[in-house]
T-cell receptor, first 114, second 112 residues
Framework: GENVEQHPSTLSVQEGDSAVIKCTYS??????FPWYKQELGKRPQLIID?????GEKKDQRIAVTLNKTAKHFSLHITETQPEDSAVYFC?????????????FGSGTRLSIRP | DADVTQTPRNRITKTGKRIMLECSQT?????MYWYRQDPGLGLRLIYY???????NKGEISDGYSVSRQAQAKFSLSLESAIPNQTALYFC???????????FGPGTRLLVL
C-alpha cells in the first residue's frame, strides 16, 4: 500500500544552524506534498506544501524540495530559532483523485539548542 | 483554530466500554477525517468522509466506526474499548479540491 517514510525521527541542531528532514513516498501517483508542524500540546498546522509540477518552493526560512524521479522530498529550515522546536510531519497525496487522502510520515522531533 | 472543535478533550474509560468522540466544524468543508496519533507512529488515518453520504475506511479502521450526521459533524465510536486504543485522536477537515487539512485540538483517550 501507500507509504511515506520520514527521517530522522529526532534532530537536534544549534540555534542559527540549518535543519533538514527527508521523506520518501511509494505511490507514483502522488502529486501533492505538504509539511505540517505540531508544537508541544497543539494541533498540527500546515507550514508549506509543494506540488509535483515544481522542484522547489521557499517561504522565508523554510524551503521544500522535490525529486519525483527518486520519489523523495525534503524540508529545509535555515537560521533555526527556538520557536522552530516542534514535531514536523511530511505527507503525500494525489490531488484530483476522487479517492484522494493524505498519508503522513511518522514525524521528526526537532530540538533547537540555545 | 476554533473552526474545528472536538469533544471531549480528555477521556478516561475502562476496557469494554463504548465511547464516542465528536467533531464539529464551521468551516463549511465537505471532507472530514479521523486520525490517531501515537508516539513514533505519526498520524494514522482511521476513517474519512468526503460528504454526508460517503464513508471510507482508512489504514487502521478495525475496532472503530464513524457516523457523518451532517456536513458539519463527524463522530468516531469505539464499540468496545481496549487498552491499545489509548492515543491522541484528531479530527480534521479539508475543502474539496484543496488538500490543506485543518485539525481540531485533539482528544486524549486513556483506556484502562
Amino acid at each position: 500500500g501507500e507509504n511515506v517514510e520520514q527521517h530522522p525521527s529526532t534532530l537536534s541542531v544549534q540555534e542559527g544552524d540549518s535543519a533538514v528532514i527527508k521523506c520518501t513516498y511509494s505511490d507514483s501517483a502522488s502529486n501533492y506534498f505538504p509539511w505540517y508542524k505540531q508544537e508541544l500540546g497543539k494541533r498540527p498546522q500546515l507550514i508549506i506544501d509543494i506540488r509535483s509540477n515544481v522542484g522547489e518552493k521557499k517561504d522565508q526560512r523554510i524551503a521544500v524540495t522535490l525529486n519525483k524521479t527518486a520519489k523523495h522530498f525534503s524540508l529545509h529550515i535555515t537560521e533555526t530559532q527556538p520557536e522552530d522546536s516542534a514535531v514536523y510531519f511530511c505527507a503525500a497525496s494525489s490531488l484530483y483523485s476522487s479517492a484522494s487522502k493524505i498519508i503522513f510520515g511518522s514525524g521528526t522531533r526537532l530540538s533547537i539548542r540555545p | 483554530d476554533a473552526d474545528v472543535t472536538q469533544t471531549p478533550r480528555n477521556r478516561i474509560t475502562k476496557t469494554g466500554k463504548r465511547i464516542m468522540l465528536e467533531c464539529s466544524q464551521t468551516k463549511g468543508h465537505d471532507r472530514m477525517y479521523w486520525y490517531r496519533q501515537d508516539p513514533g507512529l505519526g498520524l494514522r488515518l482511521i476513517y474519512y468522509s468526503f460528504d454526508v453520504k460517503d464513508i471510507n475506511k482508512g489504514e487502521i479502521s478495525d475496532g472503530y466506526s464513524v457516523s457523518r450526521q451532517a456536513q458539519a459533524k463527524f463522530s468516531l465510536s469505539l464499540e468496545s474499548a481496549i487498552p491499545n486504543q489509548t492515543a491522541l485522536y484528531f479530527c480534521a477537515t479539508s475543502d474539496t479540491g484543496r488538500e490543506t487539512q485543518y485539525f481540531g485540538p485533539g482528544t486524549r483517550l486513556l483506556v484502562l
